[in-house]
Nanobody
C-alpha cells in the first residue's frame, strides 16, 4: 500500500520556522518528483515547491522564494524547510508524488497524496 505521510506542522509566530517532512512508502519512488502543496480554508490547493526524482530541478512559487527550501534526503524522504513564516502561509500542507512533466505541474498530475499537516502562523 502506497503511503505518503507528512509531519512537522504546528503553530508558530510570524518570523518563525517549521520543518515539514514527507515520508513515502509502499513502492519505489526513485523516478517520482515530490511536490508540496497548501490549501487555506475556502481556497484552492496551490503548489508551493517541487523537486525532481534526482533531488534537482527545484521550483518555488514566487510567494515562498527565499524563505522555503525543498530538499530530498533520498527517494523516500523529502523536507520542506520554511523560514520567515508569515500569517498568509497558514494552510494545510500536503506532499504529493508523481511522474510529472513540468515542475509547475498542477495537482491533478500527481498520483499519490499525503493526508496533510496543519501549519498555523500567528501575527
Amino acid at each position: 500500500q502506497v503511503q505518503l505521510v507528512e509531519s512537522g506542522g504546528g503553530l508558530v509566530q510570524a518570523g518563525g520556522s517549521l520543518r515539514l517532512s514527507c515520508a513515502a512508502s509502499g513502492r519505489t519512488f526513485t523516478t517520482y518528483a515530490i511536490g508540496w502543496f497548501r490549501q487555506a480554508p475556502g481556497k484552492e490547493r496551490d503548489l508551493v515547491a517541487t523537486i525532481n526524482w534526482s533531488g534537482g530541478g527545484r521550483y518555488y512559487v514566487d510567494s515562498v522564494k527565499g524563505r522555503f527550501t525543498i530538499s530530498r534526503e533520498n527517494a523516500e524522504n523529502t523536507v520542506l524547510q520554511m523560514n520567515s513564516l508569515k500569517p498568509e502561509d497558514t494552510a494545510v500542507y500536503y506532499c504529493a508524488a508523481g511522474r510529472i512533466t513540468s515542475p509547475r505541474a498542477r495537482s491533478h498530475e500527481y498520483e499519490y497524496w499525503g493526508q496533510g499537516t496543519q501549519v498555523t502562523v500567528s501575527s
